[in-house]
């Protein structure tokens, strides 16, 4: 399969039907659109991720993952025989999501694709370093909770996805004010 292309630069809207424009609050005529490099930042230092894929009998599967942005595209892991591996050969097409867990601050962001293995070594070993560039030492340490991950790739024992975003969203909360961003690829 080949790899999905890095996203390119999206088209950005605000949808007023989920955003405190609706609904005014203090602060709520002022509400705007998340801009992209906004979003982009956040999804590269995003520690945890949530991966949702289908089942091939159509029930849904949600998992945390750690992931990596490299290029545009978004990279996640798992083991071959693992549940999230299963349903995307069944189907490639998943959701990764991260954020807070606050009712009135925070940014949640929603990122749509599909998942492509990666087996070129070249992108594999650029795939590496921006896990070892992010997790630092969870990865590079002995100690690490994800020591030996690196290798883990390199000799296969663990898929490696690429997921370029084909949509996205944020959902925005600042101080009781709402915004509803989408990012179309």
Not at 99 to 106: D, F, I, K, P, V
Not at 113 to 137: F, M, N, Q
Not at 151 to 171: H, I, M, N, S
Request: glycine share 8%.
């Amino acid at each position: 399969m080949p790899l999905p292309e890095p996203a390119r630069y999206p088209t950005t809207e605000l949808d007023t039907r989920y955003s405190s424009a609706l609904n005014p609050r203090p602060g709520a005529a002022d509400v705007t659109a998340t801009e992209w490099a906004e979003a982009r930042r956040r999804l590269e230092a995003a520690e945890i991720f949530w991966v949702s894929t289908v089942r091939p009998d159509g029930r849904p599967h949600v998992t945390p993952v750690i992931a990596a942005w490299h290029d545009g595209v978004l990279y996640f892991s798992t083991g071959r025989g693992e549940q999230k591996a299963r349903n995307l050969a069944h189907d490639a097409h998943c959701v990764l999501t991260t954020g807070a867990n606050s009712l009135t601050e925070g940014l949640d962001l929603v990122v749509e694709g599909e998942a492509r293995p990666v087996t070129d070594p070249a992108l594999l070993e650029e795939v590496i370093a921006a896990y070892e560039a992010k997790y630092g030492p969870h990865i590079t340490s002995p100690e690490g909770t994800f020591h030996g991950l690196g290798e883990t790739f390199r000799k296969g024992d663990a898929v490696v996805f690429a997921v370029a975003p084909a949509t996205a969203y944020g959902f925005g909360r600042d101080d009781g004010v709402y915004s509803h961003t989408r990012w179309v690829f």
